[in-house]
Every structure is written in C-alpha cells, then in structure tokens.
C-alpha cells in the first residue's frame, strides 16, 4: 500500500461522501471543468474509493488531475464528436479531454445502442486517463446489460529476466 494511504492510530480525519463530493467538485470546477462534468468526474473518483480502489481516488489521483487540467494536458473543456457512428458502434474523438468525463458519456452511448439493437459499443480515442475501469461495466447493471471497459497503456511492466519496461498494464474490466 502507498505510504500515503497508511495511517496510525487516530491520525485522520474521517470525511462524509456528501462533502467529499461538494470539496472535489468545487476544486474540478475551480480548474475549469463545467458543473456537470465536475460532478461526474467526482462520482468516478469518490465512486472508487468508496469501492476501496484507493489508487483510482481522491487521495490519489485528484492531486495529479488538477495539474494536469492546469498546464492544458487535460482539456478541461474539450469539443469532443463522434467521428463515426453505425446502430451498433460509435467512435469518438474525446479533444484531449479528462476520460474520468467523457468515458461515463461513452457507456451512455452504448447503453443506449444495447436498449435499441441488443449490442452497444463505443471506443474513445485523444482522451486523457480514466480512472477506475471498473466505473464503466457498472454503469451497465442497472439496465440488465453486461458491460466491458478496457484501455491501453504505455509500457510500464518489466518482463522476468529484463531490465526494460515493455507491457502495459492494459486493464479489462467487466
């Protein structure tokens, strides 16, 4: 575990959801995410620590997404469209926007596909991290649908026997 999320004895604080959720919406707004987008980028985030994912949270990640929204590596307010679509697929090109935003519109999309034609699915691509995977399947169960999220990555993981990174950690969640 990150030395950052052990704590000893009663050295913490103890924070309610319903706050947590107004201070990191605030702060996603203050770097210029718009309302909605905030609040769904703070239930990606709250969603995963609530889960126990706490690599994916607020303690670890809102840090890092608030700099990346400041220097413009994330666009905080991207033009994201749907650069081809069918009854059954869509593809988007997300404008370097915040995945925590735009991957919970993508599942929407393809939700709505499945309601329509029994199999939805939309891939994102000049989109920036996504947080928890597992966020995105489970936005499926409410509507009796399976869902699937998976990503690439860069290579990060060293193969037995090398000294190089090579493989990605390339997450699937369903």
């Given at each position: 575990m990150l030395e950052r999320f052990s704590k000893k004895g009663d050295d913490f604080d103890i924070v309610?959801?319903?706050?947590?959720?107004?201070?990191?919406?605030?702060?996603?707004?203050?770097?210029?995410?718009?309302?909605?987008?905030?609040?769904?980028?703070?239930?990606?985030?709250?969603?995963?620590?609530?889960r126990g994912v706490e690599t994916h949270g607020v303690s670890n990640l809102l840090r890092s997404y608030v700099q990346r929204l400041r220097d413009g590596s994330i666009n905080a307010r991207p033009e994201w469209k749907i650069v081809n679509e069918t009854a059954t697929t869509a593809n988007i090109d997300?404008?370097?926007?915040?995945?925590?935003v735009?991957?919970?519109?993508?599942?929407?999309?393809?939700?709505?596909k499945a309601r329509s034609t029994g199999v939805g699915m939309v891939t994102v691509g000049n989109v920036r991290h996504m947080g928890m995977a597992a966020y995105y399947p489970m936005m499926a169960l409410p509507h009796d649908m399976i869902g699937v999220a998976m990503t690439s990555s860069p290579p990060t993981v060293v193969p037995t026997f090398?000294?190089?990174?090579?493989?990605?950690?390339?997450?699937?969640?369903?």
């Open positions: 309610s959801e319903d706050k947590l959720r107004v201070v990191v919406r605030d702060i996603f707004q203050e770097v210029g995410l718009p309302f909605e987008d905030a609040i769904i980028a703070t239930d990606v985030l709250v969603t995963a620590d609530l997300a404008d370097r926007g915040h995945g925590i735009i991957c919970p519109k993508a599942m929407d999309i393809a939700i709505e090398a000294s190089i990174p090579r493989f990605g950690t390339n997450p699937i969640a369903v």
